[in-house]
């Protein structure tokens, strides 16, 4: 069960959640937040969480969820949810200044070769490489190594 304290010595504006992680260890973690209703929100978001990962049933998905309900009834913005296009650019971006220029083309290159070979729709959406095929794109199964007999 969580519960929502304030530090006794005044030195923190921001109420704190104290609850219990998957491993069983009993936790104080900040809010970040003054008004109790809102602690209280993210405090719950906490705890439900570390259900989750204590039930074995935590998935990324689901995770996301109750973080976004949390943060939409506190009035803050949901996570950040980036297509594949949107990484992609990201990571390019980080890697300028970091590689020779040639280097840059070659990942410039590769990306829009693989932009394309996804197509619109799944250069859009944020998590279609997964075990699940969507968007046509085949899962990473589909590219393990196949043992067939020779006759």
Known sequence: ???????????????????????????????????????????????????????????EGQLRKVIDSALERIGERKLDEPTIKQQLDTWIGNKEGAVSEATMRAYQHVRELFLQFLGPPCAAA??????????????????????????
């Open 126 to 151: 944020s998590a279609i490489l997964q075990e699940k095929p969507r968007c046509g794109v085949p899962g990473p199964s589909a590219f393990r190594r196949q043992d067939t007999e020779h006759g």
């Open 1 to 59: 069960m969580a519960c929502l304290v304030k530090r006794q010595n005044g030195r923190s504006p921001f109420w704190y959640c104290c609850y219990t992680t998957s491993d069983g260890q009993r936790l104080k973690k900040s809010t970040k937040q003054t008004d109790r209703a809102k602690a209280w929100e993210v405090c719950v978001a906490m705890a439900t969480a570390e259900g989750a990962i204590a039930s074995g049933s935590a998935t």
